[in-house]
């Protein structure tokens, strides 16, 4: 893409604006008009086309202003908007909102979506935090109905995974409980690369829910080992770019469908530094899905006790300059409130 002189950034990135506030083609008059240039608006439409040329606005309509592409929000992101951070009375806020829920992670979750849907206008995604090498902590095994066992996996860090398990033949709680005792003995602490190595001397029934422990641990690996925290799907369909219910039902597959968000986050953010904020723009020629969308992403919490992801989908038209503070700020409340209460 062409290098742009400063009035070509300026121009871009008044257009930009524009359109994300107002959604229509931008005009060389009305920059001039509403933006009170000190060129004329001849000069502007000049502008305006060697921009076009560049592959950074385009024409929808012969007679009508430009709007940006994919790449002028690309630049515009990279190389013009200046990093702000939220204003300081909505730090405040969201701050005390945060620190009223205590130590209920899943109050923290249900919060830090509902501020980044609010604060962002668009639809939000935060994922619950889980030990990046997931470590046993305790289990139990509950008798229900006939051969059916309930087993419940505690990890270290408060990750709770149940799994119904069907038993060759029907086993008394009492033997159950002791198989539990067992292996909490057994396990307590270890990773796991170390769970299977257990199981040498231990009954059958022992080694069996041993092997499902370890299964269990092996899924926590993944970046979506716990539950995804959603909100702000309404802002997303109020927006006019997905007024057709096609083009909504695709960007919504986004959040809805969990092999693709799973395929998403690892691609993007399961490698990235704690608190880095990715922009995706467009599915950056790699999801179809985001074609019509923009994500701003970040992981939050510790590498050495649990960590999550959250993020904002939106329309490619985002208020990129808010979002980002907005993901920035929760992102690092998320990491405080991890460490806090995992480092106890």
């Known amino acids: 893409m062409s290098e742009l002189n400063e009035r070509q950034k300026l121009i871009l990135a008044l257009v930009i604006h524009d359109f994300i506030e107002k959604a229509r083609p931008v005009g060389s008059e009305n920059l001039v008009k509403d933006f009170g240039l000190d060129f004329s608006s001849a000069t502007v439409r000049n502008e305006l086309v060697a921009l076009t040329d560049a592959g950074y606005l385009r024409q929808p309509h012969t007679s009508a202003g ?60 935060v994922t619950a935090p889980h030990p990046e090498r997931p470590t046993f902590k305790h289990i139990e095994l509950i008798a229900t109905h006939g051969r059916q066992v309930l087993m419940v996996v505690v990890l270290a860090g408060g990750e709770v995974r149940q799994q119904m398990l069907f038993l060759a033949e029907p086993v008394p709680q009492e033997q159950l409980s002791r198989t539990a005792d067992s292996l909490n003995s057994l ?100 999801w179809e899905e985001l074609r019509d969308c923009s994500m701003v992403l970040a992981r939050y919490g510790d590498p050495n006790l649990a960590t999550g992801t959250l993020g904002v989908l939106g329309p490619i038209r985002m208020a990129y300059g808010r979002t980002i503070s907005t993901v920035r700020f929760v992102a690092g409340l998320l990491s405080n409130l991890v460490v806090d209460m995992l480092s106890e």
């Open 66 to 125: 430009r709007i940006p592409t994919e790449e002028g929000y690309r630049y515009f992101v990279r190389q013009l908007m200046v990093q702000t951070d939220l204003p300081a009375n909505t730090q405040r806020t969201i701050t005390h909102q945060f620190y009223q829920t205590g130590h209920d992670v899943d109050r923290w979750m249900r919060l830090a979506a509902s501020v980044l849907a609010h604060q962002s206008q668009a639809a939000s995604l």
């Open 187 to 286: 396990c307590a602490g270890k990773d796991i690369e170390t769970i299977l190595s257990q199981s040498g001397q231990s009954d059958a029934l022992t080694q069996d829910v041993l092997k499902l422990v370890h299964e269990e641990l092996q899924r926590s690996v993944n970046i979506l080992g716990g539950e995804v925290y959603r909100d702000g799907l309404s802002n997303m369909l109020a927006k006019p770019e997905f007024a057709e219910s096609s083009t909504a039902r695709q960007a919504l597959r986004v959040l809805e469908e969990r092999p693709f968000l799973e395929d998403l986050l690892n691609r993007t953010v399961s490698n990235s530094n704690i608190g880095g904020v990715q922009v995706l723009i467009g599915g950056e020629g790699t």
